[in-house]
């Protein structure tokens, strides 16, 4: 498939586990209508079996499934379908998960890790990635995160895409809110992305964008 290039900041739906079939089509539309109307690239996470109608409906959303064991023939098969982004919760087992990487990347995959740690991801693991979602441990409050740590995450976020200049580093939020998608991006964070799917981020989901895109053009003002 072609190459398309990720811009920056970006969005992030996790929607596999609550939408399916025509639901998923539905809300992908939804999206991708947003995403062009504001220029914004927004990662539609998606169950296997509707990768291809996914793609056919929408024109902007990159699509995203979560790695199963799928064999490379299968990721193969979804990326020709229209699949863009391989997702991974963590990378525990290092010798397989270096033969998984490098096969995706052959295929044409962008590869995204969800993790709890990730200033503690091995080297070999994190050149070969592109997307990182920052989840903070649910018991943790992430606004006190936010506002007790900021100097310290946000060095410890500069030396990361420093090291990997490929990497976009984005806050995986379990609640949405203005707030919090304004302090993960001025943390020097990509994006926002969501940890789960309920109605309450659908409701909000539209504001968040908006919210995104508020950022990204005062951004290219003060860089004009």
């Given amino acids: 498939m072609q190459k398309k290039h990720l811009t920056l900041p970006f969005y992030c739906v996790n929607s596999q586990v609550l939408w399916k079939g025509e639901a998923a ?82 295929i044409g995959y962008l590869i ?34 936010f506002k007790e740590q900021c100097n310290e995450q946000k060095r410890l976020v500069a030396r990361l895409k420093k090291e990997y200049p490929q990497l976009a580093i984005i806050y995986g939020a379990n609640t949405i809110s203005s707030n919090r998608v304004l302090n993960s991006l001025m943390m020097g964070l990509d994006g926002v992305g969501e940890v789960s799917c309920n109605e309450s981020t659908q409701q909000k989901r539209q504001e968040m964008l908006n919210v995104v895109n508020d950022y990204k053009k005062v951004q290219t003002f003060l860089n004009a």
């Fill in 25 to 106: 089509v539905e809300n992908a539309v939804q999206m991708d209508q947003k995403s062009i109307e504001l220029g914004l690239d927004t990662i539609f996470t998606a169950s296997v079996d509707d990768v291809a109608q996914l793609n056919a409906a929408t024109k902007r959303l990159w699509i995203g499934i979560v790695f199963e064991g799928q064999s490379s023939e299968k990721l193969e098969e979804l990326r020709e379908a229209g699949a863009a982004v391989l997702i991974f919760d963590e990378m525990k087992q290092l010798d397989q998960a270096i033969a998984i990487l490098q096969a995706a990347k052959k």
């Fill in 112 to 145: 995204l890790v969800r993790t709890e740690a990730p200033f503690e991801l091995p080297e070999e693991v994190l050149a070969y990635l592109d997307i990182l979602k920052w989840k903070f441990d649910s018991k943790q409050s992430a606004d006190a995160v």
